[in-house]
């Protein structure tokens, strides 16, 4: 499927729906920097995040750096407590999907406040997102304006009013 048939806003709005307490997106990543980057998590844990350096802690990024596939948050060791910290912010059970398929590594996390998502929730988002990735990867083949629109659009999904 191709970006420009590929509905990027209906696409984050079922990821949304699917993860009540948000979600971080991050497509075809260089190094450590992704192409295209979409955060819905709360605001206010976005702060608590950057502001305390939780990243180099964070098992969620680490595992998606070291792995593909699913993972719960439930399965993953945790010294730091992010994850802990993070269910003081309503992301009390999340999922993890990472995939490398055409040469690129794309990267995800998915939070909900009351339970760990099915197996077939899993699946869904899995199928979602794979397709999210596929559709963005040949970025050489997007046109231009397409680029610029999933790049400001990425601003707008993590960085609301900017």
Known sequence: MSAA??????VLGEFKDRSESGYALG????FTTPA?????????????????GLLVNDPT??????N???CRWSDLEDPANILGQ???YGMKYGMLYATTT??????SGFARPDRE??????????ERFEALHVATSDQQALKPETVEQLKKMSIMVTHPGS
């Not at 048939?5 to 209906?10: P, T, V, W």
């Not at 990024?61 to 070291?66: I, K, P």
């Not at 998502?117 to 899995?126: L, S």
């Open 61 to 66: 990024v680490s595992w998606c750096f070291e």
């Open 27 to 30: 497509l075809h990543i260089k």
């Open 117 to 126: 998502f099915t197996d077939a929730e899993m699946g869904e988002i899995v």
């Open 5 to 10: 048939k590929f509905d990027l806003s209906k």
């Open 68 to 70: 593909t596939g699913t």
């Open 36 to 52: 295209f980057f979409f955060q819905s998590y709360p605001r206010p844990w976005l702060e608590h995040y950057s502001q305390a």
């Open 102 to 107: 055409g040469g690129s590594h794309s990267m």
């Open 86 to 88: 993070a269910a003081e």
